[in-house]
């Protein structure tokens, strides 16, 4: 039983700890603060691109253009719709969205929490 034990043991941590060793097999290409992308072509140059989609925020720090189309608030989530125009001829537009919970919904989710602790204390203060 001891033997079958080490053995399941030391068999589920080689295969856990397999993943450490193995090298990265793919990495995305990362753009240049100066030239952008430029230095890709073809396939690369596009997942480039799509790293660049993929952190506006190093976007909006850059010379681009960005465009504020529109802001709705969907339940807890706000969508903003933005345009990002690096020339005339060469822009982008996405949907950006981000969880943001209303001030009521932000009492609501503590009262949750608060009522049945608040209430399990009162119990248990008057069984002492």
């Known amino acids: 039983m001891r033997f079958l034990f080490i053995f399941l043991l030391s068999s589920f941590f ?31 140059w596009f997942e480039c691109i799509e790293g660049l989609h993929a952190r506006w925020e190093k976007i909006e720090s850059s010379e681009a253009v960005v465009t504020l189309l529109s802001d709705t608030r969907e339940g807890e989530f706000i969508r903003k719709k933005k345009r990002i125009c690096w020339s005339e001829y060469f822009c982008h537009t996405y949907d950006q969205i981000t969880y943001s919970p209303s001030y009521l919904q932000r009492i609501w989710g503590t009262l949750v929490i608060a009522i049945p602790s608040l209430a399990i204390g009162v119990l248990v203060g008057l069984s002492l």
Request: charged share 20%.
């Open 14 to 44: 080689t295969l856990n700890c397999a993943s450490f060793s193995k090298p990265n097999e793919h990495k995305s290409p990362a753009p240049v603060r100066e030239s952008g992308c430029a230095k890709y072509n073809g396939a690369l």
